[in-house]
């Protein structure tokens, strides 16, 4: 009987714990699957990002050349346009160069005799009085434009007037249609417009093209930007943009490269376009911005896609009956209802200033970052040497200033180093106004201007991230496009501020006193490093609130 108690009480214990034990398990499932129920996409992308697989990189650095194609449409027309340094010679059969040459012999000015401004001063014509004393073909020289000073200024600025058009529609299209369809026609317009420029037999057809260029990069290069970043994972973002900004420098020893091995300009525009066709290819076959399609309700869409991104990544990510989401739970109904007007957009700042206290910061930095960034890499022929080696010397300045953006970032921070960038650049800047001369070449002004453009390029890299981070999702396009748009203003006084009549210190000055600007606006901005992007202009508001200090100072008292 007592053995019979004993095992009845036994079985009774082993029965209870078991169904303790299956009650906790349930208890654990039951908790599991709650969690799962509703999921952010921030948290499953950084889930898909901890696994990625060697197919999954491919891709998305194969996605990521589209940074390249900007550098090719902007700077190709240096290449292309030049007015040769080389020199001249006089043809046998023109009386009037050999009279002018025999002067210039007379009077021990041989050497100045063979210069540019002497061919214009003269109305000497190629083919006719002279020929160039190069192998390279320029369209400034088979159009006879070669002493037309403002023509190929004129060529590089409006290039951003077609940018600027890109701007207003990517604004309207980038929340509507997509980021990765109207980043795929813009890189058609572009690939499509260089390739034209084969065929131009003149100058007019050649800015009209240009322009197409400009709208095709604006919308194609934003809006792949936007695309990539919001499917790249928190711990890499500052990795991708930094990738992406090197992938923009390797553009230019792409460009030194073809026109090196290719000198005629016709052709020179053949192989930039199949660069270009070949970066674009992703656009065609990838899909859409998972938080883009969230944002206007189509959230089924959006898992499938993720789903598909975890199988290439290799993730036993299970999202079958999982609701996705842009926020908290708390936040879904307003998550529903992202998909805002333009109307709506604009009204939400006034609602919101801190959001718009924020966008008049970054826009300011991407307007002076852009004029000085321009305005020195169009002004690099002012100090001698050959295009190849000048633009291979800025292609190494700027990828050395985006691998130390990633080191300054991991220390101080975006906005300590926003703020760093802009005081060293101003600082170069007056400090190039001192005239001591090295050699032919080499003085201080390049020296300082060198540096000012590495400070430049470094701050041009952290602003596009800096851009992503602070603008919520529901105006990501608008906030983007806004600071391109003040960025292509500016970027079309570059090229003519960098070949307008201007003395040293005034040019200097002006770069100078800009730079400075630049730093009190970068402190209105928050510091982002660690930080969830904002989903919307609420969560705006809530990020500045818990960065000032009156807030912490309520909530302490209220406590």
Not at 265 to 287: D, E, H, K, N, T
Not at 326 to 346: H, I, N, R, Y
Not at 399 to 414: C, D, M
């Amino acid at each position: 009987a007592v053995v019979s108690t004993q095992s009845t009480g036994t079985a009774r214990h082993c029965i209870s714990s078991y169904v303790l034990s299956l009650f906790a398990v349930v208890m654990v499932v039951g908790e599991l699957h709650v969690a799962e129920k509703t999921i952010t996409v921030e948290s499953v992308i950084n889930k898909i990002g901890k696994s990625p697989t060697p197919l999954l990189g491919a891709l998305w650095v194969w996605a990521t050349t589209i940074g390249m194609v900007g550098c090719l449409s902007s700077y190709m027309g240096v290449f292309t346009g030049f007015v040769p340094s080389e020199g001249f010679q006089c043809l046998s059969n023109s009386t009037r160069c050999n009279d002018l040459l025999a002067n210039a012999r007379q009077h021990g000015k041989t050497e100045s005799f063979y210069k540019t401004e002497n061919i214009c001063k003269s109305n000497l014509s190629h083919g006719e009085d002279f020929i160039w004393n190069t192998s390279r073909s320029s369209f400034l020289v088979d159009l006879d434009l070669y002493c037309s000073s403002s023509s190929l200024s004129l060529y590089h600025s409006v290039y951003y007037i077609g940018s600027l058009l890109g701007v207003s529609l990517g604004s309207l299209l980038y929340e509507r249609v997509g980021r990765r369809r109207v980043a795929a026609v813009g890189a058609g317009l572009i690939t499509t417009s260089t390739l034209c420029c084969t065929f131009s037999t003149s100058f007019t057809t050649l800015l009209v093209l240009r322009i197409v260029q400009g709208l095709g990069d604006q919308l194609g290069y934003m809006g792949a930007y936007i695309w990539l970043f919001e499917m790249t994972p928190i711990q890499y973002r500052p990795f991708y943009n930094s990738w992406m900004a090197n992938l923009w420098v390797l553009g230019y020893p792409t460009l030194v490269c073809i026109s090196y091995f290719i000198h005629n300009w016709r052709y020179i525009y053949v192989a930039v376009s199949l660069v270009q066709g070949f970066c674009q290819v992703p656009l065609l076959i990838c899909p859409d911005s998972p938080r883009y399609l969230i944002s206007i309700g189509r959230s089924r869409e959006a898992a499938s896609i993720l789903q598909r991104w975890a199988g290439l990544a290799g993730s036993d990510i299970n999202l079958e009956g999982v609701e996705l989401t842009d926020g908290t739970v708390e936040e879904k109904e307003e998550a529903q209802k992202m998909k805002l007007s333009v109307l709506q957009q604009l009204v939400e700042f006034t609602k919101y200033p801190g959001m718009l206290v924020e966008t008049a910061g970054i826009c300011w930095g991407w307007m002076v970052t852009s004029l000085l960034f321009y305005g020195l890499v169009y002004g690099w022929d002012r100090f001698g040497d050959s295009l190849y080696v000048t633009y291979l010397y800025v292609a190494l300045g700027e990828l050395i200033a985006n691998v130390s953006v990633l080191l300054v970032l991991k220390v101080i921070g975006r906005k300590a180093a926003l703020v760093s960038f802009y005081t060293g650049a101003s600082i170069c800047f007056f400090l190039g106004i001192i005239n001591i001369e090295f050699s032919a070449h080499w003085g201080l002004e390049r020296v300082m201007s060198m540096l000012a453009s590495f400070f430049t390029a470094s701050s041009f890299c952290l602003l596009y991230l800096f851009t992503g981070e602070i603008s919520p999702t529901t105006h990501r396009g608008m906030i983007s496009s806004a600071a391109c748009f003040f960025a292509r203003v500016s970027a079309f006084f570059g090229p003519l501020l960098s070949a307008a009549d201007l003395t040293r210190a005034q040019r200097l000055s002006l770069f100078g006193i800009l730079a400075g600007s630049s730093v009190l606006t970068s402190l209105l901005l928050p510091e982002t490093r660690g930080r969830a992007i904002p989903e919307t202009a609420k969560d705006v508001g809530e990020r500045r609130g818990e960065q000032q200090v009156l807030y912490r100072i309520r909530k302490m008292v209220s406590c």
